[in-house]
Antibody
Framework: QVELQQWGAGLLKPSETLFLTCAFDDASFSNYFWSWVRQPPGKGLEWIGEINHSGDTKFSPSLKSRVTISVDTSKRQFSLRLTSATAADTAVYYC?????????????????WGQGTVVTVSS | QSVLTQPPSVSGAPGQRVTISCAGSTSNIGADYDVHWYQHLPETAPKLLIFNNNNRPSGVPDRFSGSKSGASASLAITGLQAEDEADYYCQSYDSSLSAYVFGTGTKVSVL
C-alpha cells in the first residue's frame, strides 16, 4: 500500500510560521481530499483542514484565520502553513487521506496516515 | 473542546468485553453522518479501526465492532487483549462547524 510521507521543520520560535509537506506517490492522488490533523501533548486529535487536487479547501473554524493548505498536483504533494505560532501549536502533526471527491462528508474515513512530525514552539 | 464526547478511560481484564461510547448531537452523528473509529498507540500514527459505523478494514480482528444509533455511536472490544491498550477516538462531521470532528478520546487499559 502506498504511504504518506511527511516532512518539515520541528522547532519554531513564537510568532514564526509552521510549514509541513506531505507526499502521496500514487495516481489516485487526484481522487481524494487530503487533511492535516494534530495532537497537542496530553490532548486529543484535532482536525486542521483539507484540500483536494483542485485546491478546494476547508478549515477548522478555530484555526481558519492562521492556516493555509496548498497543493502541488504535479508532485502529488500538499502543504500546511500555520502563521503566528505559539506554544499552543506545539503538537504532533499528521497528514491523512480522505474522503474521496464527490462523496458526502464523513462518507469515507481517514484511512492512510503519515508518520507524524513533532513540532515544538519555544523561545 | 470536541463536540463528540467519550469517556476518558475504560478498563477490563483480559478476555472481557469493554465498550466505548461516543455522544454527539443533531448536527453531527444525529444528522446521519457516518462515524469512524481509530486506535492510537504512543509514537505511532492513528490506525483506522472501524469505518462507516460498523465496518472493519482488512486486517482488523473481528473482536472490534462498531454501532450507531441516533446521535451516538459505540465501539466494542470483545476478548480484550494486552495489545489493545491504546487510545481510541471516534470521528465524524459536524454541519454546524462545517468541519470534521474527533471525539475526546478514551484510554483503554487491560488490568
Amino acid at each position: 500500500q502506498v504511504e504518506l510521507q511527511q516532512w518539515g521543520a520541528g522547532l519554531l520560535k513564537p510568532s514564526e510560521t509552521l510549514f509541513l509537506t506531505c507526499a502521496f506517490d500514487d495516481a489516485s492522488f487526484s481522487n481524494y481530499f487530503w487533511s492535516w490533523v494534530r495532537q497537542p501533548p496530553g490532548k486529543g486529535l484535532e482536525w486542521i483542514g483539507e484540500i483536494n487536487h483542485s485546491g478546494d479547501t476547508k478549515f477548522s473554524p478555530s484555526l481558519k484565520s492562521r492556516v493555509t493548505i496548498s497543493v502541488d498536483t504535479s508532485k502529488r504533494q500538499f502543504s500546511l502553513r500555520l502563521t503566528s505560532a505559539t506554544a499552543a501549536d506545539t503538537a504532533v502533526y499528521y497528514c491523512s487521506r480522505g474522503p474521496r471527491e464527490g462523496v458526502r462528508p464523513a462518507a469515507d474515513a481517514f484511512d492512510i496516515w503519515g508518520q507524524g512530525t513533532v513540532v515544538t514552539v519555544s523561545s | 473542546q470536541s463536540v463528540l464526547t467519550q469517556p476518558p478511560s475504560v478498563s477490563g481484564a483480559p478476555g472481557q468485553r469493554v465498550t466505548i461510547s461516543c455522544a454527539g448531537s443533531t448536527s453531527n452523528i444525529g444528522a446521519d453522518y457516518d462515524v469512524h473509529w481509530y486506535q492510537h498507540l504512543p509514537e505511532t500514527a492513528p490506525k483506522l479501526l472501524i469505518f462507516n459505523n460498523n465496518n472493519r478494514p482488512s486486517g482488523v480482528p473481528d473482536r472490534f465492532s462498531g454501532s450507531k444509533s441516533g446521535a451516538s455511536a459505540s465501539l466494542a472490544i470483545t476478548g480484550l487483549q494486552a495489545e489493545d491498550e491504546a487510545d481510541y477516538y471516534c470521528q465524524s462531521y459536524d454541519s454546524s462547524l462545517s468541519a470534521y470532528v474527533f471525539g475526546t478520546g478514551t484510554k483503554v487499559s487491560v488490568l
